[in-house]
């Protein structure tokens, strides 16, 4: 299993300042955002013995909008070995999506 714990994440492709920072005890995983255009956010979850991630989240945008959902995280590595997160998430509410999103991990 890989630990996440202190590990840090930004999306790459996006580089919009948004930081997450992971911690893990066991199973249970959770992470705080924030940064660009998100005030605050929050993930919670669990990691498999894969290291895959399913996780809850909410956040708060710039412009005052709540945000809600769930994603499925799958580890990979980059060519260079840094950890890369590949997020497949649904957004609920007003603002409903799906995607699928990467973070990678800022050494």
Same mark, same amino acid.
């Given at each position: 299993?890989?630990?996440?714990?202190?590990? /840090? *994440?930004?999306?790459?492709? $996006?580089? $919009?300042? =948004?930081?997450?920072?992971?911690?893990?005890? +066991?199973?249970?995983?959770?992470?705080? *955002?924030? +940064?660009?255009?998100?005030?605050?956010?929050?993930?919670? +979850? =669990?990691?498999? /013995?894969? +290291?895959?991630?399913?996780?809850?989240?909410?956040? =708060?945008?710039?412009?005052?909008? =709540?945000?809600?959902?769930? &994603?499925?995280? &799958?580890?990979?590595?980059?060519?260079?070995?840094?950890?890369?997160? /590949?997020?497949?998430?649904? /957004?609920?509410?007003? $603002?409903?999506?799906?995607?699928?999103?990467?973070?990678?991990?800022?050494?």
């Amino acid at each position: 299993m890989i630990n996440y714990d202190g590990r /840090r *994440f930004r999306n790459p492709a $996006d580089d $919009d300042g =948004v930081i997450a920072r992971y911690h893990q005890r +066991g199973d249970l995983v959770w992470a705080y *955002f924030a +940064g660009g255009p998100v005030r605050r956010g929050a993930a919670t +979850g =669990v990691c498999e /013995r894969d +290291g895959v991630l399913r996780l809850a989240y909410t956040m =708060v945008l710039a412009d005052g909008a =709540v945000i809600a959902g769930h &994603t499925r995280t &799958t580890p990979e590595h980059t060519e260079h070995g840094v950890l890369r997160l /590949r997020e497949e998430w649904e /957004r609920y509410g007003s $603002d409903s999506a799906t995607g699928v999103s990467y973070l990678e991990e800022v050494r």
